[in-house]
């Protein structure tokens, strides 16, 4: 069983559209997040949630929006898709708490907005 | 502000040289520390970690990465590569304060490992 699943795997929309990734974890977890990586590999937090709570939003654009339905699930969804907002979007869980929280992440979602 | 500095973007070697990649962190106070690796079109996964204790820790596949406190450094060393060792490898920092496991990784650093 996949540890941290992710769909869809690649998503190629055009501009204005909106669009949700959905990410699961079957690691019981308290926390999860959504990282952006752009094409330079660089790999940015762009929010994450303790037991369906947010407790981190980093400086991301309003059209961005996570949602998380229980802890084992944290989506996102964009809105009005940007040609910026192209790159690979992964989602990753860990326990949380001060134990030291190694991060699973998740195959990533490859977005292309033409 | 803190940050994660990896000193080096891209690294070609010859299968069987030997591999040392920087990382120095800019954070005050105490600190776990973790390389992670992401081969090409997959997941980050992770290498190796320091929460405490021997700051010569071993990981999978044969790395291994020292923590120097003083230098705030936690340096990823191989001693003879392979060609499948070919990946993006990234340091990632989180204080030990931080119940919420926010990580800061670094730019990553592009190895390429030659035949």
């Known amino acids: 069983d996949t540890a941290v699943s992710q769909t869809p795997k690649y998503l190629v929309t055009q501009m204005g559209n909106d669009k949700s990734i959905k990410c699961e974890q079957n690691l019981g977890h308290d926390t999860m997040y959504w990282y952006k990586q752009d094409s330079k590999k660089f790999l940015k937090i762009m929010f994450s949630?303790?037991?369906?709570?947010?407790?981190i939003n980093e400086t991301v654009p309003n059209r961005f929006s996570p949602k998380s339905p229980d802890k084992a699930h944290l989506n996102l969804h964009i809105n009005s898709l940007e040609l910026g907002d192209s790159a690979v979007y992964f989602c990753?869980?860990?326990?949380?708490?001060?134990?030291?929280?190694?991060?699973?992440f998740g195959a990533g979602t490859r977005l292309s907005v033409l | 502000a803190q940050s994660v500095s990896q000193h080096n973007h891209h690294v070609i070697l010859s299968e069987a040289a030997s591999l040392e990649l920087g990382c120095n962190y800019s954070?005050?106070?105490?600190?776990?520390l973790f390389w992670y690796v992401q081969y090409p079109g997959q997941h980050l996964q992770l290498l190796l970690k320091y929460f405490s204790g021997d700051p010569l820790v071993k990981g999978i596949k044969g790395f291994e990465a020292e923590f120097i406190k003083s230098k705030f450094s936690f340096n990823l060393r191989k001693p003879s590569v392979q060609w499948s060792d070919t990946a993006e490898y990234f340091c990632?920092?989180?204080?030990?304060?931080?119940?919420?496991?926010?990580?800061?990784f670094g730019a990553g650093t592009q190895v390429v490992v030659t035949p």
């Open positions: 990632a920092v989180k204080m030990t304060t931080d119940s919420w496991g926010k990580f800061q």
């Open positions: 949630y303790n037991n369906k709570e947010l407790i």
């Open positions: 990753a869980s860990s326990p949380g708490g001060t134990s030291g929280g190694i991060q699973y």
């Open positions: 954070y005050g106070g105490t600190v776990n």
